[in-house]
């Protein structure tokens, strides 16, 4: 069965420090993965994906994500966090042509000054 | 920059009510998706719809569940007989065939 597994619920990091933020996945074939972010009452904003390829993948806000397929994990990096990072990020995992994403549980980043 | 519209933003209801959540893909856009997030929980996959028909859908996308692409614009989500239990975000999403792009979903408070 698919799956996605976000270890960390709530993670508090100071500004300016790095982070990582951990996702494991379980799939059946050939992964797309994606990091999404949520900000307090607004959508899914995309981040980041993986699809094929260089297995380092940079998205926006100065974030990147590393795939490796031998610990079936899509870590979110970024190495200078801004207190306006803070938000709810969800990695997902899923299939092109109009298959359906998973998603974690989430973790909630807080940043403090 | 394209995006995928919600209306409401907000929608408040009493039990056994129907209600309608209403959608405007990315216009050239094929493939379309509902999900939902109770607080606190995760984001679940409800239903995806493509060349005017379901493609998939969950255990959650009950007979009280319909969707409709009633024009060329519009996607649609009906609930027949709201629960209390069906108090969620619900975001709908639109895809390029790879990557799905989410509206800012419409909270669904059932009294």
């Known amino acids: 069965a698919q799956s996605v597994t976000q270890p960390d619920i709530h993670i508090t990091v100071s500004e300016g420090a790095s982070l990582e933020l951990r996702c494991n996945y379980s799939?059946?074939?050939?992964?797309?993965l994606f990091w999404y972010v949520q900000s307090p009452g607004q959508g899914l904003q995309l981040l980041l994906k993986?699809?094929?390829?260089?297995?380092l993948v940079q998205g926006i806000k100065g974030f990147e994500a590393e795939f490796k397929r031998s610990q079936s994990s899509f870590n979110l990096r970024k190495p200078s966090v801004h207190w306006s990072d803070a938000a709810e990020y969800f990695c997902?995992?899923?299939?092109?042509?109009?298959?359906?994403?998973?998603f974690g549980a989430g973790t909630i980043l807080r940043v403090k000054s | 920059e394209p995006e995928v519209t919600q209306t409401p933003s907000h929608q408040v209801t009493q039990m056994g009510q129907e209600v309608i959540l209403r959608c405007v893909p990315i216009?050239?856009?094929?493939?379309f998706y509902w999900y939902r997030q109770i607080l606190g929980q995760k984001v679940e996959f409800l239903v995806s719809?493509?060349?005017?028909?379901?493609?998939?859908k969950s255990e959650i996308f009950d007979d009280q569940f319909s969707v409709e692409r009633p024009d060329g614009s519009n996607f649609t989500l009906k609930i027949r007989s709201t629960k209390l239990e069906d108090s969620a975000m619900y975001f709908c999403?639109?895809?390029?065939?790879?990557?799905?792009?989410f509206g800012a979903g419409t909270r669904l408070s059932v009294l």
């Open positions: 999403a639109s895809s390029d065939r790879q990557i799905e792009y």
């Open positions: 799939y059946g074939a050939t992964p797309y």
């Open positions: 993986y699809f094929s390829g260089d297995t």
């Open positions: 997902a995992v899923g299939a092109p042509y109009g298959n359906k994403l998973v």
């Open positions: 216009s050239n856009h094929l493939y």
């Open positions: 719809f493509y060349n005017n028909e379901i493609s998939e």
